[in-house]
């Protein structure tokens, strides 16, 4: 008996093999494309809006694109600036994502509109009014009325 091949068998198992025996094991991930199918074109339920795929047919849009050429928008400038002040005064080099909310919300953004963003179902989307309070651990106090309303 060899030891890559405990049962005994003469047949040696390759890598080739091992591979296809593992390709007949996947899930139903691969568009088989011998059926005509593009699967570009199958709209796929996990999709959440938020890829960037490039290819042919698919272009940065101006706002994507002028920020990676270095060219930023207002709203792009003040973000960066404000989560660059955020880093400095709390000494912090990689803010987590409570703080990247925190700093959002206390530059006046609120959820007035609904969510552009598929999550499949996996959080109930809602909204609050314009001028609703940041809400954030660090801003002053509210009445403790409750700003938010389901969509």
Same mark, same amino acid.
């Given at each position: ?17 091992? $591979?296809?025996? @593992? ?9 088989? +494309? ?6 570009? @074109? ?9 890829? +960037? ?28 600036? @404000?989560? $660059? ?43 609050? +009014? ?12 509210? $009445?403790?009325? $409750?700003?938010?309303?389901? @969509?």
């Amino acid at each position: 008996m060899s030891q890559n091949n405990p049962s005994g068998d003469h047949e040696s198992e390759t890598g080739l093999e091992a $591979d296809r025996r @593992a390709g007949e094991r996947r899930t139903g991930d691969v568009t088989d +494309r011998r059926l005509g199918l593009d699967r570009r @074109a199958i709209r796929d339920a996990d999709q959440t809006n938020l890829e +960037r795929r490039r290819g042919p047919g698919r272009r940065l849009s101006e706002f994507v694109r002028d920020a990676e050429e270095g060219e930023m928008s207002k709203e792009q400038f003040m973000f960066l600036m @404000a989560i $660059d002040a955020f880093k400095r005064v709390n000494g912090k080099s990689f803010p987590s994502w409570s703080d990247v909310l925190e700093v959002v919300r206390k530059l006046g953004y609120r959820k007035t509109m609904a969510s552009e963003i598929n999550l499949g179902g996996r959080v109930e989307d809602w909204r609050e +009014r314009a001028d609703a309070p940041s809400n954030t651990t660090h801003s002053e106090p509210t $009445d403790g009325k $409750d700003t938010r309303r389901a @969509a």
